[in-house]
């Protein structure tokens, strides 16, 4: 039972992290219709960078300011220059190539800067294991589903309380009623995406203390982020840390139960399960068009 209690808690850690990243699709879903296939690159980039950050002497809490500001900036050039030529001449899937064309420059550029060696990332909170019902659960572990909540929940505050964010709930309702009502809709996607790979890179310098860091260590995480945005509803933000929570859990128990070899199974099993089901994932709403 303990070691149940202990994959349980590895797996809504794990979870969280599939759920910021998958956050991350649903916020540029929202305004554009579209998805930044490059987000696991975006989280790589983020802990590389808050690697280096902490290599030069910065204080790890001071860091992830300066990670945002470079996140931030990375999820706009994306915006600019791999999504806003497509969203323009009305291309449905220009944008799928540019992305994932991108994240793919990004990994090269990090292999020539960092290296294609995995390096280890200082954790800022004591490695010795907390003992709760049992099992060992790291600090940092617990920093990430903390972290990762706080996250999600301060964007759905801005989206909510601030005018800002109304504008980019508008954007959403209606993209072509906001733009008659004077709302900057080209500004409001790109901020979507700065957000998005904001989301994405802080959740890298979460996990890094956690695993190695390296060039590689974003293509699987974005993808599995995907599946969990798929299966939550790219509509929902419950759904997503359902989905999250759900996958995480299901690798930590099928890979110690049954196999590591196996751990990646259950979640694309569910996967092809909630598309044969419920396309617009086990929350999400199906899109209703008047013509």
Not at 102 to 118: H, M, P, Q, T, Y
């Amino acid at each position: 039972m303990q070691i149940l209690i202990q994959l349980v808690f590895s797996g809504i850690a794990l979870g969280m992290i599939y759920a910021v990243i998958a956050f991350g699709y649903q916020l540029t879903f929202a305004t554009s219709d579209t998805l930044n296939f490059g987000q696991g690159e975006a989280l790589m980039l983020g802990a590389l960078v808050g690697l280096s950050c902490v290599g030069l002497g910065i204080n790890y809490w001071l860091m992830i300011p300066l990670v945002c500001l470079f996140g931030a900036a990375q999820g706009a050039l994306v915006e600019r220059i791999g999504v806003r030529p497509a969203i323009k001449i009305k291309s449905e899937f220009g944008w799928i190539m540019s992305t994932i064309a991108l994240g793919i420059i990004f990994k090269n550029v990090a292999e020539n800067v960092w290296g294609r060696d995995d390096l280890r990332f200082p954790s800022p909170l004591p490695e010795a294991p907390l003992h709760f019902l049992g099992a060992n659960i790291l600090p940092m572990e617990i920093l990430v589903v903390v972290g990762a909540l706080l996250m999600m929940l301060s964007v759905e505050i801005f989206n909510r309380r601030s005018i800002y964010g109304k504008a980019v709930v508008a954007t959403f309702n209606d993209r072509d009623a906001a733009k008659l009502m004077g709302i900057n809709t080209s500004l409001v996607i790109t901020f979507s995406y700065a957000l998005s790979s904001i989301t994405a890179a802080v959740a890298g310098v979460l996990i890094a203390p956690l695993t190695l860091t390296g060039a590689t260590m974003g293509s699987v995480l974005g993808l599995k982020a995907f599946a969990v945005a798929i299966i939550g509803g790219l509509t929902s933000g419950l759904g997503i840390i359902v989905g999250g929570i759900i996958l995480g859990v299901a690798e930590t128990t099928t890979g110690f139960y049954i196999s590591t070899g196996y751990k990646d199974v259950p979640g694309l099993v569910l996967l092809l399960i909630v598309l044969a089901l419920k396309p617009a994932g086990l929350f999400g709403k199906n899109a209703i068009k008047k013509v």
